[in-house]
């Protein structure tokens, strides 16, 4: 909160204006309406045409600066708003830039997006509905009763009351009658939003299940139970207001009737009696927007706290570096030093003691069962998580010392899920090249056998009308636009055909030659050509050899390449 509260002071000059001008038209409306009251009274007793006319003029004087008032404190309370609102979707975006591939496993993606999202929204609330309108509220009120004070010792102590009464009891009493209802109301809106978006993603397996009809009722239910709750939101809020209304008239008439005695006992002109009356009618208009400031603060209140929950997430943090190395240019050479790596929250390690050297510009593949941290080797060199023991290493620097950006830059990485956005083949090509001419994309999209797909052609969402293996390859062709040192590939053609894959890999092993090229496969096949094979095996580096020294040692290796003949034959 504390830091949302700066962000919004860093707007100084918009929010002086709108307070400013807030009180200006608060107070405008209450000299108006004093005045009114006044000149209503004054003008019963004859008085002369003197005090009329100023009276008038300062009536019109008055409405100007009510009207104009209220305008200024639109524009700029609503102009700082915006600007904070800008200010703080900047400050948490670079914040999180850094640490989204980390946030993206940690958390369900969508359901953090879509939080921070609305959390960030919610904050625009902050200035207009928390911060100034308790500020506004009690300048007008303490100048209103510094008035009165003169005219009125009692009416100035009942209005004193009812501003603890409208702006801070009821408020007070709401807030706390409504605190586990907007906890209600969050969990209600996470639910639903959770039950479309599995709905929405699951649609096909759901039709394959015949699960379509009851999923759909779960979410029906969702949703009237959140809508019910957020009705009863709403008219908690009005019996809120209700109250505060209430309040204020109840103002009004003690006003009236202790004017009317003390006039009566001689201790207040008569004159000045409607004027008191109107004035307690118009300062509690300041006071309407207290009735929502529970709401609003408490809202605020959670969105920056569960905010701060991401931001302050360690897990998700890319710890500082305290020397940052610059990123080797060439093909690197790549050290792992007894490396162990446990993922946040889990108790097994995924890798143990792991040691190995890749050579400069050498390729390199990984082979081994479903699970057995293939993958968690690329994060790793891909500087996405540090390891808890042990260094990874290129040309000697670990990647404790190296900007990841500046890994990512200098590396090609193709993983097992590539994204492709809604847009052109064109557009998602140029991800990796901007500047990449028509013929170059097409001559890419040729080496990886996708010679028919047109540049034009509009992908929908995720690249739904390809196929699994052409999506593949249109991923591997964003792979060949790019000139880097370092290659790191997971199973980038699972969904190809084998003779397709050797063609594609060809060229792939081609545009790679003389970097530095590790290739997580799962096929055992095409291997003769690596200048040396990793085998893993439950965490652990079990072999490493090249090909026909692994296939003379027979061991790990051997294994698996004869059971993968025998499917074959079996096949
Ligand atoms: N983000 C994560 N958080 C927690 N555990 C994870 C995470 N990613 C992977 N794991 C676990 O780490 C282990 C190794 O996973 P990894 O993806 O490295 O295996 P792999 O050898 O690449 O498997 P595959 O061939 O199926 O892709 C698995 O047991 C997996 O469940």
Same mark, same amino acid.
């Given at each position: 909160?504390?830091?949302?509260? /700066?962000?919004?002071?860093?707007?100084?000059?918009?929010?002086?204006?709108?307070?400013?001008?807030?009180?200006?038209?608060?107070?405008? @409306?209450?000299?108006?309406?004093?005045?009114?009251?006044?000149?209503?009274?004054?003008?019963?007793?004859?008085?002369?045409?003197?005090?009329? +006319?100023?009276?008038?003029?300062?009536?019109?004087?008055? /409405?100007?600066?009510?009207?104009?008032?209220?305008?200024?404190?639109?524009?700029?309370?609503?102009?700082?708003?915006?600007?904070?609102?800008?200010?703080?979707?900047?400050?948490?975006?670079?914040?999180?830039?850094?640490?989204?591939?980390?946030?993206?496993?940690?958390?369900?993606?969508?359901?953090?997006?879509?939080?921070?999202?609305?959390?960030?929204?919610?904050?625009?609330?902050?200035?207009?509905?928390?911060?100034? $309108?308790?500020?506004?509220?009690?300048?007008?009120?303490?100048?209103?009763?510094?008035?009165?004070?003169?005219?009125?010792?009692?009416?100035?102590?009942?209005?004193?009351?009812? %501003?603890?009464? #409208?702006?801070?009891?009821? $408020?007070?009493?709401?807030?706390?009658?409504?605190?586990?209802?907007?906890?209600?109301?969050?969990?209600?809106?996470?639910?639903?939003?959770?039950?479309?978006?599995?709905?929405?993603?699951?649609?096909?397996?759901?039709?394959?299940?015949?699960?379509?009809?009851?999923?759909?009722?779960?979410?029906? *239910? =969702?949703?009237?139970?959140?809508? /019910?709750?957020?009705?009863?939101?709403?008219?908690?809020?009005?019996?809120?207001?209700?109250?505060?209304?209430?309040?204020?008239?109840?103002?009004?008439?003690?006003?009236?009737?202790?004017?009317?005695?003390?006039?009566?006992?001689? =201790?207040?002109?008569?004159?000045?009696?409607?004027?008191?009356?109107?004035?307690?009618?118009?300062?509690?208009?300041?006071?309407?927007?207290?009735?929502?400031?529970?709401?609003?603060?408490? !809202?605020?209140?959670?969105?920056?706290?569960?905010?701060?929950? &991401?931001?302050?997430?360690? @897990?998700?943090?890319?710890?500082?570096?305290?020397?940052?190395?610059?990123? $080797?240019?060439?093909?690197?050479?790549? !050290?792992?030093?007894?490396?162990?790596? #446990?993922?946040?929250?889990?108790?097994?390690?995924?890798?143990?003691?792991?040691?190995?050297?890749?050579?400069?510009? +050498?390729?390199?593949?990984?082979?081994?069962?479903?699970? /057995?941290?293939?993958?968690?080797?690329?994060?790793?060199?891909?500087?996405?998580?540090? $390891?808890?023991?042990?260094?990874?290493?290129?040309?000697?620097?670990?990647?404790?010392? %190296?900007?990841?950006?500046?890994?990512?830059?200098? +590396?090609?990485?193709?993983?097992?899920?590539?994204?492709?956005?809604?847009?052109?083949?064109?557009?998602?090509? *140029?991800?990796?090249?901007?500047?990449?001419?028509?013929?170059?994309?097409?001559?890419?999209? !040729?080496?990886?056998?996708?010679?028919?797909?047109?540049?034009? %052609?509009?992908?929908?969402?995720?690249?739904?009308?390809?196929?699994?293996?052409?999506?593949?390859?249109?991923?591997?062709?964003?792979?060949?636009?790019?000139?880097?040192?370092?290659?790191?590939?997971?199973?980038?053609?699972?969904?190809?055909?084998?003779?397709?894959? =050797?063609?594609?890999?060809?060229?792939?092993?081609?545009?790679?030659?003389?970097?530095?090229?590790?290739?997580?496969?799962?096929?055992?096949?095409?291997? !003769?050509?690596?200048?040396?094979?990793?085998?893993?095996?439950?965490?652990?580096?079990?072999?490493?050899? #090249?090909?026909?020294?692994?296939?003379?040692?027979?061991? &790990?290796?051997?294994?698996?390449?004869?059971?993968?003949?025998?499917?074959?034959?079996?096949?």
């Amino acid at each position: 909160m504390k830091q949302i509260r /700066s962000l919004v002071l860093r707007e100084k000059r918009d929010v002086f204006l709108s307070v400013m001008f807030g009180f200006l038209a608060g107070m405008g @409306a209450v000299a108006l309406f004093a005045n009114s009251g006044y000149l209503i009274s004054r003008a019963a007793v004859t008085p002369a045409l003197a005090i009329l +006319t100023i009276t008038i003029a300062l009536l019109k004087l008055f /409405s100007f600066t009510r009207a104009l008032s209220r305008y200024g404190e639109r524009l700029y309370s609503h102009r700082a708003t915006f600007t904070m609102l800008s200010n703080v979707r900047t400050h948490f975006f670079k914040k999180l830039e850094p640490m989204a591939p980390r946030i993206s496993q940690r958390f369900r993606s969508g359901d953090l997006l879509s939080r921070i999202v609305g959390d960030v929204e919610s904050l625009q609330d902050y200035f207009l509905r928390v911060f100034y $309108p308790p500020v506004v509220m009690l300048t007008v009120f303490t100048a209103t009763i510094a008035v009165t004070l003169y005219f009125s010792p009692v009416t100035a102590g009942i209005l004193a009351a009812g %501003l603890l009464v #409208t702006g801070w009891l009821i $408020p007070s009493w709401y807030a706390f009658r409504q605190r586990k209802n907007a906890a209600d109301v969050r969990e209600a809106r996470g639910k639903v939003s959770t039950e479309a978006a599995e709905f929405l993603y699951g649609f096909q397996d759901l039709k394959l299940h015949q699960r379509l009809a009851h999923k759909e009722e779960e979410l029906l *239910q =969702q949703s009237k139970h959140y809508v /019910s709750q957020q009705a009863e939101a709403a008219r908690r809020r009005l019996a809120s207001r209700t109250w505060n209304q209430t309040a204020a008239f109840a103002v009004s008439w003690l006003v009236l009737a202790s004017g009317a005695a003390l006039t009566a006992a001689g =201790q207040l002109d008569g004159v000045f009696l409607a004027m008191l009356v109107m004035i307690s009618l118009t300062v509690f208009e300041n006071a309407v927007p207290m009735a929502a400031y529970p709401s609003y603060a408490h !809202e605020s209140r959670r969105a920056a706290g569960r905010l701060d929950e &991401v931001m302050a997430d360690e @897990a998700s943090k890319i710890p500082e570096k305290e020397e940052k190395h610059p990123f $080797p240019e060439t093909a690197p050479e790549v !050290e792992f030093n007894n490396v162990t790596f #446990t993922f946040p929250d889990e108790n097994r390690p995924v890798l143990r003691d792991v040691s190995f050297h890749l050579p400069k510009g +050498t390729a390199t593949a990984v082979v081994g069962a479903s699970g /057995s941290g293939k993958s968690t080797l690329l994060q790793l060199l891909l500087g996405i998580y540090i $390891p808890e023991a042990g260094e990874v290493k290129f040309n000697g620097f670990s990647t404790r010392s %190296l900007d990841e950006k500046d890994i990512w830059r200098h +590396t090609n990485a193709v993983l097992q899920d590539q994204h492709f956005f809604y847009g052109t083949v064109r557009e998602n090509l *140029q991800l990796a090249d901007e500047t990449a001419s028509d013929e170059k994309l097409e001559e890419v999209l !040729e080496s990886v056998q996708l010679p028919y797909l047109s540049l034009d %052609l509009e992908l929908r969402e995720k690249a739904s009308d390809l196929s699994g293996g052409e999506k593949q390859r249109l991923g591997l062709s964003r792979a060949l636009l790019r000139d880097t040192p370092v290659w790191l590939l997971d199973e980038p053609t699972s969904s190809v055909d084998a003779s397709t894959e =050797q063609h594609v890999l060809e060229k792939i092993y081609q545009s790679a030659s003389r970097k530095t090229l590790l290739h997580v496969s799962h096929r055992l096949q095409g291997l !003769e050509d690596m200048d040396q094979i990793l085998v893993m095996e439950d965490g652990k580096l079990a072999e490493q050899g #090249t090909y026909s020294e692994l296939m003379k040692k027979q061991g &790990v290796f051997y294994k698996m390449k004869q059971t993968e003949a025998e499917l074959f034959m079996t096949g």
